[in-house]
Each structure stands twice: as C-alpha cells, then as structure tokens.
C-alpha cells in the first residue's frame, strides 16, 4: 500500500494512526488525509471523562460516537483514550475519598464506555495519571505519583480498572500509557517495574504505550526506550507522537526505531496538520498549517 499507514502495515505492523474528533474531522482536507494515510483513530478529547460523564451517572457520548462512527464507515481501526487518567475528570470524582464509593464509580464509568464500544476498539490507554497541578501516573524516577486514585487504592487502582475494562471489552489490547518515555531513563524502567508488578498476578495488561510528544533534536533515545519497554514481552506503542519543528531526521529516527522493535505494532502521531495540533506554535507534525505534506513526511515514507 500506499501512504504512511501502508507503509507501515508492508512490515507486518497494525496500524499508524491520528487522533481526531468532530472538529478535525470536519475539516474536509483532514478527512481525505486521513482516508489516505491513515488506519486508526484515536478520539482526541471525546472519550475522556468530562466529555462522557461530567455529571454523575449522565452520558453523553455524542463526541465519541461521531468519531467511532467515522472511523467504522471509513474501515480505520479506534484506539480508546482514556478510561482512567489524572486530569480531564470532574471535580465530583477528584473529590471521592471513599474506597467502596470510587470503586463503584470507576465501575460504572468503565463498563458503560467500554460495553458501549465493546468489539469496536482495537487498544485502549488506560494513561494512569493523577490529580492535581501535575500530569500523569508516574514520577520522573518512576515511583507512583499522588491521585485520586492512587491515594485512595494504592497501586491496586491499575489492576482493578484493567479488570473492569477486560469485562467490558474481553477482545479489546489494554495499554497503559505514559509521557517521557522516551528513552531508557528512570520513568521507563519504573514503568516496565509496574507492569510487571501487575502482570504477576495474571495477563492484566497487554501493551504499553510510549506518547512521544519530542522536542527538536529529542528522538535519539526513542530505539532504546522502546527496547526497554518491549523486555516486558507485551506490545509496545508509539501513541501520540509529534516532535517540534519536524526535522526529516528526528521523524525518521523514531520511525526506525519502531521498525526495527518487533514489538513496536502501532504508532499514532497526534494529529495531522500544525494548524489543529494541542502545541500548533511548534509545527510538529507532518502536514503544515495549510493541509500540504511536510519534508518530514517524504521522509518518513522513504525511510519505510
Ligand atoms: O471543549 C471546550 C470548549 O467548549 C471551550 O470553549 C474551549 C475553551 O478553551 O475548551 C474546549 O476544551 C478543550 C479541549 O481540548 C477540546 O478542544 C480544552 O480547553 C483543552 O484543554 C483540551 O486540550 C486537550 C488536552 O489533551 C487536554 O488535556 C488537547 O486537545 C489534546 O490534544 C490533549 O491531548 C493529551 C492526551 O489526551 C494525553 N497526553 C497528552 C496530550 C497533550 O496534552
């Protein structure tokens, strides 16, 4: 094939993916990019907790059901994002202290999304991250950061949500996903420690998920990263790459690096144009504020 998705699926790999929504799916140059050169979707924002359950015990899935729907009837695969996560979750949920009151409610939340799409996603990123002015689940040296959920379970929280989501959705690849994974550094190896915490008490997790959100000149431990994750034995991710300024060679670095790791089965760039990306002002993606195709992104099919 043809593209960066079949490219990358000439060596055996999944898929490479985007994120979108509504808004990005509405503008007509995305959508006939990603027909193109894409094979799955990740819902930018529609799937995450304020956007699904802001009030407690009321649905809304009008923004993940648009973007499922597209990806059904254009034959792309869906990674879910995100079942658990530190921010983008209501005040209503942050405030729980209660053991057997957060328990109920991250069932809920967990089992209603993941049944409502059960059979239709191919990855979900449970990101595991906490409350607060921070980010993420991990600490840069890689030990459990402050949340809602780690205060109230303890580490425990990982295996009980990848639990509910195993039930909801028997077939579907559960990843846990981080940033600053992007090298072998203290982060990856707490994380590869954590997985196989958890997967010592049965296949839990299946996959972890490298976001990869670079500076410039940032890619030249991405081989080694993935590496280190991969030594877990699970699938490994690139899931929501994107590097400042978009230099031909620090692309192609990381997209060397994920063909040459067996393991590394999907990778995702955050976006399609510069123009709707979460940090437009650094232009760190493969096609430029006008739709048009970048250096980066002759580079990147040449180099697969
Ligand atoms: O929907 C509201 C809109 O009603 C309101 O008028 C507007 C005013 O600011 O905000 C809109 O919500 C914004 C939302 O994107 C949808 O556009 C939020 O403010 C904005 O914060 C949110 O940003 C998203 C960010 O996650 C939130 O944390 C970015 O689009 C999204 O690209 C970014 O993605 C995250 C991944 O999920 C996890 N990893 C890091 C990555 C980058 O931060």
Same mark, same amino acid.
């Given at each position: 094939?043809?593209?960066? #998705? &079949? =490219?990358?699926?000439?060596?055996?790999?999944?898929? %490479?993916? $985007?994120?979108?929504? @509504?808004?990005?799916?509405? *503008?007509?140059?995305?959508?006939?990019?990603?027909?193109?050169?894409?094979?799955?979707?990740?819902?930018?924002n529609?799937?995450?907790?304020?956007?699904?359950?802001?009030?407690?015990?009321?649905?809304?899935?009008s923004?993940?059901?648009?973007?499922?729907?597209?990806?059904?009837? #254009? &034959? =792309?695969?869906?990674?879910?994002?995100?079942?658990i %996560?530190? $921010?983008?979750?209501? @005040?209503?949920?942050?405030? *729980?202290?209660?053991?057997?009151t957060?328990?109920?409610?991250?069932q809920?939340?967990?089992?209603?999304?993941?049944?409502?799409?059960?059979?239709?996603?191919?990855?979900?990123?449970?990101?595991?991250?906490?409350?607060?002015?921070?980010s993420?689940?991990?600490?840069?040296?890689?030990?459990?950061?402050?949340?809602?959920?780690?205060?109230?379970?303890?580490?425990?929280?990982?295996?009980?949500?990848?639990?509910y989501?195993?039930?909801?959705d028997?077939?579907?690849?559960?990843?846990?996903?981080?940033?600053?994974?992007?090298?072998?550094?203290?982060?990856?190896?707490?994380?590869?420690?954590?997985?196989?915490?958890?997967?010592?008490?049965?296949?839990?997790?299946?996959?972890?998920?490298?976001?990869?959100?670079?500076?410039?000149?940032?890619?030249?431990?991405a081989?080694?990263?993935?590496?280190?994750?991969?030594?877990t034995?699970?699938?490994?991710?690139?899931?929501?790459?994107?590097?400042?300024?978009?230099?031909s060679n620090d692309?192609?670095?990381?997209?060397?690096?994920?063909?040459?790791?067996p393991?590394?089965?999907?990778?995702?760039?955050?976006?399609?144009?510069?123009?709707?990306?979460?940090?437009?002002?650094?232009?760190?993606?493969?096609?430029?504020?006008n739709?048009?195709?970048?250096?980066?992104?002759?580079?990147?099919?040449?180099?697969?």
């Open positions: 094939g043809s593209g960066l #998705n &079949g =490219k990358f699926k000439s060596h055996g790999r999944v898929f %490479w993916g $985007t994120c979108a929504d @509504s808004n990005t799916l509405n *503008i007509g140059q995305i959508a006939t990019i990603i027909k193109s050169d894409f094979g799955g979707l990740t819902p930018e529609s799937m995450k907790w304020d956007a699904t359950e802001n009030t407690q015990g009321v649905f809304t899935f923004g993940s059901d648009a973007l499922v729907n597209w990806a059904v009837s #254009n &034959g =792309k695969m869906i990674r879910g994002h995100n079942f %996560w530190h $921010t983008q979750i209501p @005040s209503w949920v942050t405030s *729980i202290n209660n053991k057997a957060l328990q109920s409610v991250m809920k939340h967990i089992s209603t999304l993941g049944g409502r799409y059960a059979g239709k996603i191919y990855g979900r990123t449970p990101n595991r991250m906490l409350i607060g002015t921070d993420e689940i991990l600490n840069e040296d890689g030990s459990l950061r402050s949340s809602v959920w780690s205060n109230v379970f303890g580490e425990s929280f990982v295996a009980l949500a990848f639990g989501a195993r039930q909801a028997p077939h579907a690849k559960l990843y846990i996903n981080d940033y600053n994974l992007d090298s072998n550094n203290a982060k990856t190896q707490g994380m590869v420690a954590l997985v196989k915490r958890v997967n010592s008490g049965g296949n839990i997790i299946d996959g972890i998920g490298t976001q990869m959100h670079l500076g410039a000149g940032g890619a030249g431990g081989s080694a990263a993935l590496t280190a994750l991969a030594s034995g699970l699938d490994v991710a690139i899931t929501e790459l994107d590097i400042a300024g978009a230099s692309y192609t670095t990381v997209v060397k690096a994920c063909l040459a790791q393991k590394c089965v999907t990778l995702t760039t955050w976006g399609v144009s510069d123009a709707n990306s979460w940090r437009s002002s650094t232009n760190p993606l493969l096609w430029d504020n739709y048009k195709p970048k250096a980066a992104y002759t580079a990147v099919l040449n180099a697969m």
